[in-house]
């Protein structure tokens, strides 16, 4: 949803970005609509719902709803904001598809090892990896919004592998 709110706000095409144009709002709302339009945005509300959830078994069938949500409420904003059709299908059976593996793996973030090490750091590692891998360039060259929001995506990443790695450092000297 916030992805369909930051696009049209983004693009000096659309009635809601012309007027935010050469703008710090514009700016803004450029550099957060290039990671919020990833798929890893999406996937980490999944892996939150596992989370919350808690267990495994909880997980598998709290990851689904969230995405089925959000592809709702995109194509809701989408087509309210800017009359654009969008592919709400794909992002529906995705999400359906994916949703309990994500759902589990937010349910074993808490868990102490390597398997809730790698939970835990599932979102932020493949965020970092799509942004290097695959950024999100609506253009042919680099321009400084997109060289932010890279550079905003690796540093959370980096800041909460490095939390995660504290935090199990200190739960293993509490022992």
Request: zero cysteines.
């Amino acid at each position: 949803m916030f992805t369909a709110l930051a696009n049209p706000l983004s693009s000096p095409y659309t009635t809601l970005g012309a007027r935010l144009t050469r703008t710090v709002r514009g700016g803004t709302a450029r550099v957060l609509s290039l990671p919020l339009g990833a798929g890893w945005s999406r996937a980490a509300l999944a892996v939150a719902a596992g989370l919350l959830v808690g267990t495994p078994a909880g997980g598998v069938p709290a990851g689904p709803p969230p995405l089925a949500v959000v592809a709702a409420a995109y194509y809701a904003m989408d087509h309210h904001l800017v009359d654009a059709g969008s592919d709400v299908l794909i992002r529906a059976v995705v999400g359906v598809l994916f949703g309990p593996f994500l759902g589990m793996t937010g349910a074993a973030v808490r868990r102490p090892g390597l398997l809730g090490l790698l939970a835990a750091l599932t979102v932020p590692v493949g965020g970092a990896v799509r942004m290097v891998v695959l950024p999100p360039r609506p253009h042919v060259t680099v321009t400084p919004a997109i060289a932010v929001a890279a550079a905003l995506v690796r540093t959370a990443a980096a800041a909460w592998a490095l939390h995660r790695f504290l935090a199990g450092r200190r739960a293993v000297r509490a022992r």
